[in-house]
């Protein structure tokens, strides 16, 4: 069962557009949700990651858009460059240590273009 | 610096054979993971540990096993029962703050 629906799986924009990842869950015990970033052949990055206590976060050009009710969390690149061409996973979980696992959407290639 | 150190990068394997994955980490986590990544299909768990000498089984946890006997380190067997074991393989360990990924070994059956 997939508890992590992330679409859409692929995404083309022209440089300084801004691409949204949308992502929905089902469990509603989790309550870290954070983006990764990898780029081909290495591992995920850390972008960002939002607690449900909050509907918004920004980190420089990277924002979380969180819908408690809904379910559903997105992200949106501003400014988008090439150097952001790259695979975008969601995930969740519940608080990160004791074990706890991650849970991936099934990820976003997005292509950023000049 | 701390982080998570997979090898090795690239690791091809026969027919039959079994191969361990190496993942050390220097960041003082207790709770380490190892996911398979395939293509359009995200990354799935294989196994995690929450505290040495103690593991537990993910969601495709056939053909593979693990120990934790340091802290430290947390190795991957993909043993011959694993008839599809061509992937990305990826660590993990966890702390409160959040999750650190190693770089990956990518792993070939020839």
């Known amino acids: 069962q997939q508890q992590v629906k992330q679409s859409p799986q692929s995404l083309i924009v022209q440089k300084g557009g801004i691409p949204i990842i949308n992502c929905a869950y089902e469990?509603?015990?989790?309550?870290?949700f954070p983006w990764y970033q990898q780029f081909p052949g290495k591992g995920p990055a850390l972008l960002i990651a939002?607690?449900?206590?909050?509907s918004e976060k920004k980190e420089g050009r990277f924002t979380i858009s969180f819908n408690k009710s809904a379910k559903q969390f997105s992200l949106h690149i501003m400014d988008s460059q090439p150097g952001d061409s790259a695979t975008y996973f969601c995930?969740?979980?519940?608080?990160?240590?004791?074990?706890?696992?991650?849970?991936f959407g099934t990820g976003t290639q997005l292509k950023v273009e000049l | 610096d701390g982080g998570i150190t997979q090898s090795p990068k690239y690791l091809f394997r026969k027919e039959g054979q079994n191969v361990t994955l190496s993942c050390e980490q220097n960041?003082?986590?207790?709770?380490m993971y190892w996911y398979r990544q395939d293509p359009g299909q995200g990354l799935r768990l294989i196994y995690y540990?929450?505290?040495?000498?103690?593991?537990q089984k993910g969601d495709i946890a056939e053909g593979y096993s693990v120990s934790r006997e340091k802290k430290e380190s947390f190795p991957l067997t993909v043993t011959s029962a694993q008839k599809n074991p061509t992937a990305f393989y990826l660590c993990?360990?966890?702390?409160?703050?959040?999750?650190?990924f190693g770089s990956g070994t990518r792993l070939t059956v020839v």
């Open positions: 993990a360990s966890s702390i409160l703050d959040g999750y650190t």
């Open positions: 469990n509603t015990a989790f309550d870290y």
């Open positions: 939002i607690r449900p206590d909050v």
């Open positions: 995930a969740a979980s519940l608080s990160p240590g004791g074990g706890n696992k991650l849970t």
């Open positions: 960041l003082n986590h207790d709770a």
């Open positions: 540990s929450q505290i040495v000498n103690d593991f």
